[in-house]
């Protein structure tokens, strides 16, 4: 497996992760987003409405988990990383978020000025074909 072949190819192909935050009473909260992945810089872009419990939660604690969701049988990435707020806006990523997710323009036009953009760096990730194909990537 070319492991960093498949990494690039998963996170361009898949659209959604599931993405792990830690409230304050210390219990962990996950929740689907949308995502687009820079390969120039391995950061991964989420949107999320102001003052909701994700934004409440990365601000007490900014470490998160998040796994892909697969597209195709079990193929996904797995890894733990930093969340901070992005100073880049939506409408900054538009183009790269709707060239990957078409219908994401309708979800810009409708809350583009309460949406608010989060950025995950990570230096390794867990790329994972199938049951005995799986392997660790350093970035």
């Known amino acids: 497996m070319d492991?960093?072949?498949e990494?690039?190819?998963m996170m361009a192909e898949q659209t959604d992760l599931a993405l792990a935050t830690v409230g304050a009473d210390g219990i962990p909260n996950v929740r689907v987003v949308n995502y687009y992945f820079n390969p120039e810089n391995n950061v991964i872009y989420f949107a999320t409405f102001?003052?909701?419990?994700?934004?409440?939660?990365?601000?007490q604690n900014q470490n998160v988990a998040f796994t892909?969701?697969?597209k195709k049988e079990n193929e996904h990435i797995k890894a733990k990383g930093i969340a901070i707020k992005s100073k880049k806006s939506i409408f900054d990523l538009a183009d790269c978020f709707c060239e990957k997710?078409?219908?994401?323009?309708?979800?810009?036009?409708?809350?583009?000025?309460?949406?608010?953009?989060?950025e995950i760096h990570f230096k390794t990730a867990t790329v994972v074909l199938d049951l005995s194909n799986i392997k660790t990537l350093k970035l």
């Open 3 to 5: 492991t960093l072949k």
């Open 7 to 9: 990494f690039q190819k």
């Open 50 to 59: 102001k003052n909701n419990d994700k934004v409440k939660e990365i601000k």
């Open 101 to 118: 997710i078409p219908d994401y323009r309708e979800t810009i036009e409708y809350g583009g000025k309460s949406l608010i953009v989060y």
């Open 68 to 70: 892909t969701i697969p």
